[in-house]
Structures are given as C-alpha cells and as structure tokens.
C-alpha cells in the first residue's frame, strides 16, 4: 500500500516523503484543522449488531496544533486520516500492515481510539517522537478496528511511523491489541510488511552487503513491486545519498527515492487484490521545519503545496482543498499547481458527521 521514507541526513533540511498505493482510487482532500478543536476517538457506528458497551469510553481531547492532512473518503462513507503533519514539524503516516490484530471493543479500562483517527490524534496532542514514543508505550488506549473509506469493506489495518524536527523516528505496530514501538533515529524507510522487526532484519543483510566490511561489496538491488522489493531499494538510494545542501534538494532527494519505491500508474502484473502491490495514487512530501507540505496526485504532472504559516485564525477552524474527487475522476483541480493556501475554504468538521 505504501512507502514511506525520512531522510534526516541534514537536520537543518528533514524531509519525509510518502507513496500511497491502493487497488483502485480512494477520494483524497486536504484538511487544514486549527488548534483549539474538540475531538473524538469514535464514531459509534449505526449497526443494530452491535452493543451498547461495545463503544462506551472514547479518547476525548482539543487539539493543541494546526495541522495538515491527507484524508481519504467523503462525508457519505466516512473519513480517515492518512498522512499529514503539524505546525510543530511532526510527521505521521499510516500505512498497511496485514500483521495487524487489534484488542476486543469490550475492553472497558483502556481508551478508545478509532484507527482511522489515530494520526490525527498524534498530530494534535505532540511535538517530539520521544513524545508520541512515551504514551503508546503507556498501553491505556485500545486501537478499534475499522474499515477503509470508500474501499469495498477492506479493513484498515494499519501500523503509524513518526519523525520530528530533531531527527528522530519511530514505527509503532499492533499486536495483540498491544502497541509494538521501534524507535531510532536510523529507521528511516517502512513499507507493508513483514513485519518491522523482520525488516530490520533485512536492513542488516543489505547494510553489510553494501559496507566496507564486505570485501566484495555488492550494490545491486531488487527492482520488483513487492513490500521487501521497495524496502531494499529505498534503503540502497537513502543510503547512498549526497549531503543535501539546502531544503529545495533534500525534498528532490526524498521525492526520487519514493518515486523508485513507487508502483508505476496502470502497472497490471498481477490479479491479486491485496493492496500490497497496487498503483501508486499520491505522493507527499514533509518538510519538517519549513512547515511546508507537498502532493502529488500520481495521475498528473503538477505538484501543490501547503505552507502552514499561511493560515492563521482567531477562532479554531476547519479548511479543507479537494484533490481527488471520485475514481472516476481521479485528475479533477490537475491544473491546480503551487501554492494552495489561498483555495483552501471553510468547512464542517470531518469527523463529526450527521
């Protein structure tokens, strides 16, 4: 479904980029929302099948950031946050991980926290990783399931990375309804699966295969669609990248490192319908202390951008900029390049529907 790399080479130019892949177009909008707002963890869904008691104890706050956000899906089908950073520089992704398990509904001491609300409670509540680290590794908030927007019933589950204006990262699993965290500033690519522990495995084969250690080193690289195919090669090229000299090269440096992890528009070499290998549908790039964050729509050639520092209000607000309309219309605002700030119009609040 995804690649995500952070390229941290440079503190003075952190820039973190993001494919994401799906089996067919998920409608996409930029959300810009104040500090200030009253959030939810849950939305009780309309299912006479379920019981009272099974949603009885969300995770309530006001969100302390402004942030940006990627969110996939519409007001009919509900929304999800995907991608998106705050003013203070912090980044999350949510990507795809079948090794996912979340805990039972019913686990009435632990707060509750819809997965598709999950980054944006990250964005809205801390600065550093070391931050976000702290709480996870607490174990208080039960992660619910839920299933992807417009996306046929597929269910969203999904594992979260984070990185900073220090430089630091940190990639958090669910197993077990347990959160597994992996935090070092080195862990700087993340992809389906496996799992990220086995890719830190795979990370140290290749990192000996390219080092001095090796007498005979080797620097070939799998060039295929799949998860650890895209690991290994956005590894090999963050890697062997040169020192980016100022912002504008570090976010180009990012961009063709997710570009080469990217699956080509209109690739078929497979029926499967796992998400694992599908076509790339959108590209951001995060640049941590710029405050500046850029999409690209996969299907066009333009590329727009949101500057954080443009958006200022006396009252907490919702902004939203539609990039994606529908999968029938997947290049709709194409002409729309450069900065947006000035499109972005004031709208309801996604996550209070009805």
């Keep these: 479904m995804c690649t995500r790399v952070f390229n941290n080479w440079n503190s003075n130019y952190l820039v973190t980029a993001r494919n994401m892949d799906w089996m067919f177009t998920l409608p996409t ?18 299912n006479p099948n379920l019981i009272d008691t099974d949603y009885h104890n969300p995770l309530n706050w006001t969100s302390s950031y402004k942030s940006v956000v990627a969110m996939v899906g519409d007001d009919c089908n509900g929304w999800a946050a995907s991608d998106g950073m705050n003013e203070m520089g912090l980044v999350a992704n949510v990507l795809y991980d079948s090794g996912t398990t979340y805990s039972s509904t019913n686990n009435c001491t632990k707060k509750q926290l819809s997965v598709l609300r999950w980054l944006q409670y990250v964005l809205d509540k801390f600065i550093l990783v070391k931050e976000v680290v702290d709480k996870f590794s607490q174990q208080n908030i039960a ?11 597929k269910q969203a589950t999904l594992h979260l990375s984070v990185s900073d204006i220090s430089g630091d990262s940190a990639i958090i699993e669910i197993r077990n309804g347990q959160f597994e ?3 070092n500033s080195s862990f700087r690519v993340m992809t389906n699966e496996p799992s990220y522990a086995k890719q830190l495995i795979m990370d140290q084969y290749w990192a000996w295969q390219w080092s001095e250690q090796n007498t005979q080193p080797s620097h070939t690289i799998p060039g295929g669609p799949y998860s650890t195919d895209r690991f290994e090669r956005a590894t090999f090229y963050l890697n062997h990248l040169a020192l980016a000299k100022d912002e504008n090269m ?7 490192v ?11 070499f497979t029926n499967t319908d796992s998400p694992n290998i599908s076509n790339t549908l959108w590209t951001t790039l995060a640049a941590h202390r710029s405050q500046k964050y850029f999409f690209i729509n996969a299907n066009a050639l333009n590329i727009s951008w949101v500057d954080l520092k443009n958006f200022e209000s006396d009252t907490p607000t919702v902004k939203y900029h539609l990039i994606f309309i529908s999968e029938h219309d997947v290049t709709r605002h194409s002409q729309e390049s450069g900065d947006l700030s000035k499109l972005f119009t004031k709208t309801s609040d996604p996550y209070k529907r009805g």
């Design 181 to 183: 965290i992996y935090h």
């Design 258 to 268: 997710a570009a080469n992890a990217s699956v080509p528009s209109g690739y078929n």
């Design 250 to 256: 570090a976010l180009a440096q990012a961009r063709t």
């Design 143 to 153: 992660i619910l399931p839920a299933e992807v927007p417009n996306s046929e019933g």
């Design 29 to 46: 909008s930029l959300f810009i929302f104040d500090k200030g707002l009253k959030k939810t963890g849950i939305e009780v869904p309309n």
